[in-house]
């Protein structure tokens, strides 16, 4: 097991609305040093960010991280594209599964492992309207339920 301590950043819960999650990755992620000093501040956004597979590396677009105040002269652009780090196999394998209709590689967390910046992708396949549909309902009814075990719980007391 794992003895480092991890504390979550930021999660893109738009991802698990917008898509179905088939598998989960942890990369590293490349960064300038007022780029992780912002994110301890937990100025970052995933909303809008996706991964590509380009000349064999893999990058993250559109995942903000505001510019740190002191940082001045050193900070970076807030939506540049970064790098992540895995392995050359994982990224082929990754690629390969990417070329097929439908997938695409999403960031659903960032995250502190120890000191190091982590970011958690997905493999994912697009939602349609009528599977959020669907989802939405067995949230409200499972919610619903909950909702009334709870209140027969404390009225058998």
Not at 29 to 48: C, F, H, P, Q, Y
Not at 87 to 93: Q, S, T, W, Y
Request: proline share 3%.
């Amino acid at each position: 097991m794992d003895t480092k301590a991890i504390r979550l950043v930021a999660k893109n819960s738009k991802a698990y609305h917008d898509y179905f999650i088939e598998e989960k990755f942890e990369t590293g992620i490349a960064l300038a040093g007022t780029e992780v000093k912002s994110i301890r501040g937990g100025k970052v956004n995933l909303k809008d960010s996706f991964c590509i597979v380009k000349d064999g590396q893999l990058h993250v677009h559109g995942m903000h991280i505001s510019p740190y105040e002191k940082g001045n002269i050193f900070n970076k652009d807030p939506l540049r594209a970064r790098q992540l780090l895995m392995h050359k196999r994982e990224i082929l394998r990754l690629f390969a599964k990417v070329k097929q209709d439908g997938y695409a590689l999403i960031p659903l967390s960032i995250y502190f492992k120890g000191p190091r910046v982590k970011l958690e992708i997905g493999l994912a396949k697009g939602k349609k309207l009528y599977d959020k549909r669907e989802a939405a309902a067995a949230k409200d009814a499972k919610r619903e339920m909950d909702r009334t075990m709870k209140t027969r719980r404390s009225s058998s007391y």
